[in-house]
Each structure stands twice: as C-alpha cells, then as structure tokens.
C-alpha cells in the first residue's frame, strides 16, 4: 500500500474508533478476535493433522505432580535431590581440584624463590590472587558442574511451569504475581538473571515485587556457600549418611527464603505498592525428552563457565586486596584486624564476628568469594592449615570460634544479605530508578539483620 | 453456569465472557471466544488455580477470571 493510503486507512480507522462508545469498542474488538479466530480454525483444519493421542503419560504424571498430596512433597524431594546430589558428588572432585591446585601453588612459590623474586610479589600474586582463585574454582566448579545440568534437566523437561501451577496460591495470596515462582527459579542460577526474567510480569507493580525480593533465592554464588557450610558444620553432627542431613538442610533454608519472599512481598503490597493481583495465565506445555547432550553443553558453557569466569575475575584482585590489607598495619595491627576489631561488637550481635561480616562486605561485587575472603583473612591472621579440604576448613573455621550457631547465621546472612554488584545494577537498569536499587539492597539487608540477631539471642540463649 | 463451577474433565462451551478492559483481552488473547471448547483438567494442589484444556493447549487460570467467564 501507498503511504498516503496507510494514512488515510489509519485516519478512517480513528475516525471509527472515535464514533465509537465503550460498549461498541469493545464488541467490535470481540468481533475482530472471532474472526481471527474463525480464519485460523479454517486454516488449521484443512492443513494441520494431530498424530495420535496427545494426552497419556503426560497427564498422568502431571496427575501425579500436582495432586493434593503428592504435589507439594515431590518438589521438596526433587529439590533435596537435587542438593543431595550436588553435594556427593562434589565432595570428592573438590578435594582433588584443591589438591592439585595447592600442588601447583607450592611450585609456583619455589618459582618465586628461584628467580629472587621480593616477597611482597610472592605475597600478592601467590598468596593473595593465586590462592583465592585456587579457592574459588576447587570450591566452586563441582558443585556448579553438577548442578547446573541438573537443573537445566528439570528446565528442559517442563517440570518449572507445573512447580509455578503449584504454588500459584501462595503467590495470590500475597499479591504477587505466580510467574514470580519462574523468575525465582531462574534467580537459583543468577539473581541479575532473575531480576531481568521478571520482564514476563505484566502488571508494573508485581514485576517490582518479583525484582526486589529475587534476593531471597540463594544464587549459585551464594548456593555453594551454603552447601559446604551445612555440610561441615550441620552435615558431621550425625557422622556416616550425614550428606542427607546437609542437602536437608540447605532445603530448609531454601523454604525459608521462599517464605520470606511471600511475607515480604504481601508487607509490600500491603504498603508501599499497594494494589491486587492482575490476572495470571500460565500455560502447561507438554513434557518433552530432553537434549541431554544439548543440554549439558549449554549448562556447561552458558551458566558454569559463564559464572566461574566472573567469579574469576572478581576473586582475583579481591584476593590481592585482602593480602595487602593483612599485610599492611595500622598502629601496629594488620587493616583487616583493625576493621574486623571495629565492627566486631555488632558482628557478634548477629551471630557472626568482625571478618565474616567484612567478607560479606568485601563480597559485594560477587557473592562467590565470600568464603575465600573469609578462609584467606582467617589464615592471615596466624593459622597456618591449607584449606584444601572440608576437614581442614572445618578446623580452620573451629579454630576462628564457629560453633554451629555461627554456621547457622552466617549460612541465613549469606541466604538473605544483599544481591550482589551485578544484580543492583541490573535492578537499576530495570526499574529505571536509584531509589529501587538502593532498596533492593537495603530492605533485604534490614531483613537478614532482623533474622540473625533474633535467631543468634535465641539460639545462644537456649543451646550454648 | 461460571467456568470456576464446571468439574473436572467435563466437556463445555464458552457462552460469553464478563471480564472488561485488559482481562478481557488477555482472555480473548487465548481464544476464548463464544462457542469455543473448554475442559477442566486438573486442580493445583491448594484448589486454585485450574488448568484448563482450550485449543489443544493446557493453561491454568486463576479463580479471579474463571469467575469472569460463562460456560455450557
């Protein structure tokens, strides 16, 4: 057509639609939608033919994945599956990655010594970068080789829509939208990815409820922290059989950042964003079998080399600022005992202590090396044990004064905190907004303070 | 009757939809248009919200629309 004629179309069209009152609109639209349809019925009969029956064992399952009774229970178990999985079988590739990688250390230290190289070098490059990066990868690539695949798995076969369709209600109730459950499985790989997944909430106010509460899904920065923390505090409690325990656990925190998701969002909606839910669709698609081999290599190259990259490039220099601030003394003691001396008194108020909560601190450009800033400022303050395995960061840990209780607030300050650099920027981005940045970082701060100085008075008060 | 009444795995027929403004459309969006077919399928475990067979495709919609749509 002309330009002109699409110009006079578009006028004529106006013109109609300006005769128009609400009533009219609206069935001339209802008229329009029926004749799309009707063509399109006509369309797809002559050319489109179903082979065989499409219900069948699809349906069956779903009978099974969605009853009242078994619903609920698969997905906890599938979750604990999941978790149990990760944690067995990373146990034993993690070991030998730190092994190996504390064997090349060990040489590049000789190296060092060899061509005369000044100590502060040695110190920054081998014992500061080279020893966190070592620490980042042996801890966190096994449990990230193995449970990305698995997950992408679940992905892949159609199980997240029928977990969205169970938990739907929840949702609801708090005035949430129930495509916040798809965004929050996509925040179990990366927060920033959550937040930017909540594009698929129509109604503005439910996609900032799902943005600002993506936190409270533990990220895979954070999921290894929490996996190795409940394995070797909560996880050796029961001895043999004790990996159960862990994955258990680390379910548990997952409920209770779900949990705390829904009460957020309903006090939000209740206040500051105000309103009722919008109407939800969300469609079921079929199971599908699975690309296995498609899958693997996308979670492999997507997601794990993708985050340990960051990790990498994060850990680094992160790991040479904490040797030169171990390194470096004011009035006569080291800058990160002087920090941690300083923020010790209201560390221990929440459980933790000065160094855990200035990892925490120092990990806000990534949340993956938090525990390697942790692990490195412990050993720079005197011990002497390589953390190369689980054992040995245990007594490390021991030695710093962690009880379980410890483990525990520092596993629900990592599960709750804030969202890394990314992920405020990415909320930033989002929103279009600083103030929703800042919020999202500092309501769930609020929160993860509320909940380890609660849990740390009650623990301590009526345990230690 | 309201599609939110109609049980389980019984066929029925949209007979009009009372939503207004954007549910309205959301809803048209996914053909229910008067005459088309509809079968409850399946109930999330806390009762709500249904999933519904509608032109080959199972989509779940929530009591809040169901309430909205009429059906034979």
Redesign the interface.
């Known amino acids: 057509m002309e330009l002109t004629k699409i110009k006079d179309f578009n006028e004529l069209l106006s013109n109609i639609s300006d005769s128009l009152n609400g009533k009219q609109r ?1 069935q001339l ?2 008229q329009i ?2 004749d799309i ?1 009707s063509n399109a019925e006509v369309i797809a009969d002559n050319n489109v033919s ?1 082979q065989g029956e ?1 219900t069948g064992i699809g ?1 069956k399952i ?2 099974i994945l ?4 078994l ?2 229970p698969i997905m906890l178990l599938m979750l604990g599956g999941v978790f149990w999985l990760t944690i067995v079988g990373a146990n034993y590739p993690s070991a030998m990655l730190g092994e190996f990688l504390f064997w090349v250390e060990g040489h590049l230290s000789n190296l060092f010594m060899a061509v005369g190289a000044p100590n502060w070098l040695h110190g920054i490059l081998v014992e500061g970068m080279y020893r966190t990066l070592a620490w980042v990868i042996s801890v966190m690539l096994p449990p990230m080789a193995i449970f990305f695949p698995i997950f992408t798995l679940l992905e892949d076969l159609g199980y997240l829509p029928r977990v969205a ?2 938990l ?3 949702f ?1 109730k708090s005035g949430a939208n ?1 495509k916040q459950s798809l965004t929050m499985s996509m925040g179990f790989g990366c927060n920033a990815a959550g937040v930017i997944a909540a594009r698929i909430i129509e109604s503005p106010r439910e996609k900032l409820l799902a943005i600002l509460t993506n936190n409270f899904v533990p990220c895979n920065g954070r999921f290894p922290t929490l996996l190795i923390l409940s394995m070797i505090f909560m996880g050796t409690v029961g001895g043999r059989g004790s990996s159960l325990l862990a994955a258990g656990i680390v379910v548990l925190l997952v409920l209770i950042g779900i949990a705390i998701t829904l009460l957020v969002s309903w006090i939000l909606s209740k206040t500051i964003l105000k309103g009722i ?10 199971y599908r079998k699975p690309q296995i081999g498609r899958v693997l290599v996308r979670s492999f190259i997507d997601r794990t080399l993708f985050v340990l990259w960051r990790a990498i490039v994060v850990a680094a220099p992160a790991g040479g600022i904490v040797w030169l601030l171990a390194n470096n003394t004011i009035g006569g003691v080291s800058i990160i005992d002087y920090v941690a001396n300083l923020i010790d008194p209201f560390a221990t108020l929440i459980g933790l202590d000065g160094v855990i909560l200035m990892a925490f601190i120092l990990g806000l450009p990534a949340n993956e090396i938090v525990l390697p800033i942790l692990v490195m400022s412990y050993l720079s303050l005197g011990s002497m044990i390589e953390p190369d395995s689980a054992d040995a960061l245990r007594g490390i840990l021991v030695n710093n004064g962690w009880t379980w209780v410890t483990a525990l607030c520092t596993m629900l300050f990592s599960l709750l905190h804030f969202p890394c650099g990314t992920t405020i920027l990415t909320i930033k981005k989002e929103t279009n907004s600083w103030k929703w940045a800042i919020f999202g970082a500092v309501m769930p701060l609020t929160v993860a303070i509320i909940v380890t100085f609660l849990v740390n008075q009650i623990f301590t008060t009526l345990f230690l | 009757m309201l599609l939110t009444q109609l049980p389980l795995g019984v066929i029925s027929e949209v007979v009009s939809l009372e939503a207004e403004g954007i549910k309205r459309r959301r809803l048209l969006d996914l053909g229910l248009i008067p005459g088309t077919q509809i079968i409850a399928k399946r109930r999330s475990p806390s009762g709500d919200p249904t999933a519904y067979l509608i032109r080959g495709t199972v989509i779940a919609l929530r009591s809040e629309e169901t309430n909205l749509i009429k059906v034979r």
Request: net charge negative; charged share 30%; hydrophobic share 25%.
């Open positions: 609206e639209r209802d939608v029926k349809y179903m499409q349906e779903d009978d969605t009853s009242k009774w619903g609920f369709f169970n739907d209600n929840l609801k129930g839910p919008s109407s939800f669709t969300l469609e079921l698609p079929p």
